[in-house]
């Protein structure tokens, strides 16, 4: 991005941490936010961008209802050539989204991407400022098993793709801790806000 265009947050975090409330309160504090999860599903989606190509690379695995996440997942489930295949569809589609996304907000002193994969795919040397959301482990644990569909079994395939919590703690500029109450994981994010909104653009 230009030197004058906005400042970029990288928000991450692992599965069950709470990013995905923390970029809603990042939302209504007035941040652009793109979503990276939220692109995917929409190019999943009936008549979505990618579901011919998904088709193609996984037939069976889309319908009249789109891309069928179950039976996508379980074809790419423990399968590392399968899952590369879909992240090579993917991951490019995503990239258009997030700098038409950039174009539109090119104004803004600050955007925030949420982007569950930040640090695993290289994203960090792409923002200005990465937070990092985290949780004790019992916590995350609970939250994520309350999920319709999850098992232990789950939950710890996808730690293994995952960077540790405990790592991506020691690599981001800032953390904001969820394993509190709503609202004070809110005032840690305002006043996140305030501080960025004066600090230098981080050199990349």
Avoid: C, W
Avoid at 160 to 186: F, H, N, V
Wanted: glycine residues 8%; hydrophobic residues 45%; neutral net charge.
């Amino acid at each position: 991005m230009p030197a004058d265009g906005p400042r970029i947050i990288g928000l991450t975090g692992s599965i069950a941490m709470g990013k995905s409330a923390v970029a809603a309160m990042f939302d209504d504090a007035g941040i652009p936010v793109f979503d990276a999860d939220a692109a995917v599903r929409a190019m999943q989606a009936p008549g979505g961008a990618l579901l011919n190509a998904i088709e193609r690379a996984f037939p069976g695995s889309t319908g009249p209802e789109g891309v069928d996440r179950r039976a996508l997942g379980e074809l790419v489930f423990a399968d590392a050539d399968a899952l590369a295949r879909l992240e090579a569809i993917m991951h490019p589609a995503v990239a258009e989204k997030r700098q038409a996304f950039l174009r539109a907000h090119a104004r803004e002193p600050l955007v925030l991407f949420d982007i569950p994969l930040l640090f695993e795919k290289g994203g960090n040397t792409q923002v200005d400022h990465v937070v990092v959301v985290s949780a004790p482990e019992d916590i995350q644990r609970e939250r994520v098993l309350q999920r319709p569909g999850m098992t232990a079994e789950k939950f710890s395939h996808i730690l293994s793709l995952q960077m540790p919590d405990a790592e991506k703690r020691a690599r981001a500029d800032y953390i904001i801790d969820t394993g509190t109450a709503l609202d004070a994981t809110r005032r840690q994010v305002e006043a996140l806000i305030t501080k960025l909104q004066t600090l230098p653009r981080k050199k990349r």
